[in-house]
């Protein structure tokens, strides 16, 4: 086993505290990976305060992990030492099952193994997974990323979940030229998708509670912002969209939002409340509208999310934390004061002052 540093919530609802663990010895085909920076993504504090009802302790959050890669096992082809890699939600499926064998592993029928808060098998054993609040990680081959040399890891880290958490829907629901595209919610998973539908093509809207984002939105390349606290703004575009992309992680009335879009119009759901939504039926059918909901990519998919990155200079808007600032940084993302993600420094604060 390998010896392992991190931040773990040790019981449920308590404070991200040093811990030390260990890692499975990486096999023939695994890769280890020297963790240099990790995002905070909300569903972290999701996880770790148990609000989705499914959280093991001690647990190591994080997935959103960049580094480079310190040791391969034999049978690897893709990686060598010192490459730039990534790892994302996900660090195995069953390889089997439709969705699986079709690129799209976080569809998995079995269940994808999460990069924590799950169970992965290894050699007949059963091992829980732990996240990138950390300084190492074992990962299969199949489910590593390589990040493009001319991205910087820091800002890269939220592409591997906020990142690809958008592209997907945006190229699934085929935003680009002609097409026009609400962002709804300015956050960190948001920010990220105004400037990935911009480098499709897309007219790109923002919908914002207040106006104190649109300064920054327009900075973003997105076309218009609105204040959803305007009423005005639902009579303005009412039949406007052709797509909204839901990022907003709370409760809205969904019949106002429907309505913006347009015949044929999509409404897709990527922010998870912890309370069930609601939705009248003429919403939809007065415009044969739908509603979706779409989850992270495949690793196929958020390779190409990266290199689409890389092709057009796409990162995330950042703010870097030592990790021993991680409490405080949970603290400030529920309360939406960060702009527009937290990327913990992993490099350069665990390793000497756990």
């Not at 592993?105 to 999460?114: F, L």
């Not at 829980?128 to 299969?140: L, R």
């Not at 808007?317 to 913990?344: G, K």
């Amino acid at each position: 086993m390998i010896d392992a540093n991190g931040y773990a919530a040790k019981q449920i609802k308590q404070p991200l505290t040093p811990y030390s663990f260990k890692r499975r010895n990486p096999l023939d085909n695994d890769v280890l990976i020297d963790i240099q920076y990790c995002g905070i993504c909300h569903s972290d504090i999701h996880q770790v305060r148990n609000e989705w009802g499914s959280s093991n302790f001690p647990m190591v959050p994080g997935h959103e992990i960049v580094g480079s890669v310190s040791q391969v096992g034999s049978n690897v082809a893709r990686f060598k030492v010192g490459d730039r890699v990534a790892v994302g939600n996900f660090v195995d499926s069953c390889g089997e099952c439709k969705p699986c064998v079709n690129g799209l592993e976080q569809y998995c029928v079995k269940g994808a193994i999460w990069t924590y808060n799950a169970i992965e098998r290894c050699n007949g054993e059963s091992v829980p997974t732990q996240g990138g609040y950390s300084d190492k990680i074992v990962v299969k081959e199949k489910y590593v990323l390589h990040i493009p040399d001319n991205l910087p890891l820091a800002p890269s880290a939220p592409l591997l979940c906020a990142g690809i958490t958008l592209y997907s829907p945006l190229t699934h629901w085929e935003a680009g030229p002609g097409k026009k595209v609400a962002i709804l919610g300015l956050g960190g998973i948001g920010h990220i998708g105004v400037k990935i539908a911009h480098a499709l093509g897309a007219e790109v809207t923002v919908l914002s509670h207040s106006l104190n984002k649109q300064d920054e939105a327009i900075r973003m390349r997105a076309d218009s912002f609105y204040a959803t606290s305007d009423p005005s703004t639902f009579k303005k575009l009412r039949g406007y969209f052709d797509l909204i992309i839901n990022t907003v992680s709370v409760q809205i009335d969904l019949n106002k939002y429907l309505k913006l879009l347009n015949l044929d119009g999509t409404m897709v759901i990527v922010g998870l409340p912890e309370k069930e939504m609601q939705f009248n039926a003429f919403s939809l059918t007065n415009a044969r509208r739908s509603i979706a909901g779409s989850v992270i990519g495949g690793i196929k998919e958020t390779q190409e999310m990266l290199n689409f990155c890389s092709d057009r200079n796409i990162t995330c808007d950042v703010e870097l934390i030592p990790i021993q600032q991680v409490n405080e940084a949970y603290e400030r993302v529920v309360s939406s004061d960060v702009r527009y993600r937290f990327v913990i420094d992993i490099l350069n604060s665990l390793a000497s002052k756990t």
